[in-house]
């Protein structure tokens, strides 16, 4: 498969390139500064640099023949309230007009509803308190689902709880159309995994997909 992936050089996104070439897929890494991309080269890897995502029109290339989109965009601190939906917008434009179907993005668990069987410790203090202080980043990706739900592509989201710097695990849940209950954390290699498994699966197209330890 020929995948195509936004924000490649972010602690998802790097995890998603090179799992993709790990499992023999050609991977097209759309990236603003290639020295910080940390892959070693490969010969089914392109790297294609960009002044940003938010305009179409530079995106048209790294979507060329292309089987499917992955984006791992996402704010790197408090002063990227509004990366995540610029972006994806953008990346929607340039997917309708090159004809790339399947997109897969990643938002957080805290944008998604709260599992009927969660625990009532999660429900009173760790998840109104993360809703509170990252109240801004989340209304910009409450607005970057409805735009991708909106587009016509055969997309799916997934919503990863607080994410660690832990190796991959393959060992964690998920949940298609709510929320792992109980999920604390989950490493950043582990929601790359869960994001390239979702694109063979059709029970997920058009879902969003939560994922937890």
Request: net charge positive; aromatic share 4%.
């Amino acid at each position: 498969m020929k995948l195509t992936v936004f924000g490649a050089t972010g602690r998802i996104g790097g995890h998603v390139v090179q799992q993709a070439l790990d499992a023999g897929h050609t991977v097209t890494a759309v990236v603003r500064d290639p020295a910080r991309l940390g892959v070693r080269p490969h010969r089914a890897l392109e790297v294609v640099p960009v002044a940003g995502l938010a305009g179409p029109a530079p995106l048209h290339v790294a979507l060329d023949s292309s089987d499917a989109a992955i984006s791992a965009v996402g704010p790197r601190s408090r002063a990227d309230i509004h990366v995540a939906s610029s972006a994806t917008r953008g990346i929607l434009r340039a997917l309708e007009a090159n004809g790339t179907r399947r997109f897969v993005a990643v938002t957080a668990s805290a944008i998604g509803p709260i599992p009927a069987d969660e625990g009532w410790l999660y429900r009173r203090v760790p998840i109104p308190l993360v809703t509170v202080l990252l109240r801004d980043i989340y209304a910009d990706m409450t607005v970057m689902e409805d735009e991708i739900r909106r587009s016509a592509t055969e997309w799916t989201i997934v919503r990863p709880p607080r994410l660690v710097n832990r190796p991959l695990t393959r060992n964690y849940r998920r949940a298609i159309g709510g929320n792992v209950p109980r999920a604390g954390s989950i490493s950043r290699a582990d929601v790359a995994h869960a994001m390239l498994a979702v694109l063979d699966d059709p029970a997920t197209i058009r879902q969003a997909v939560g994922v937890g330890g």
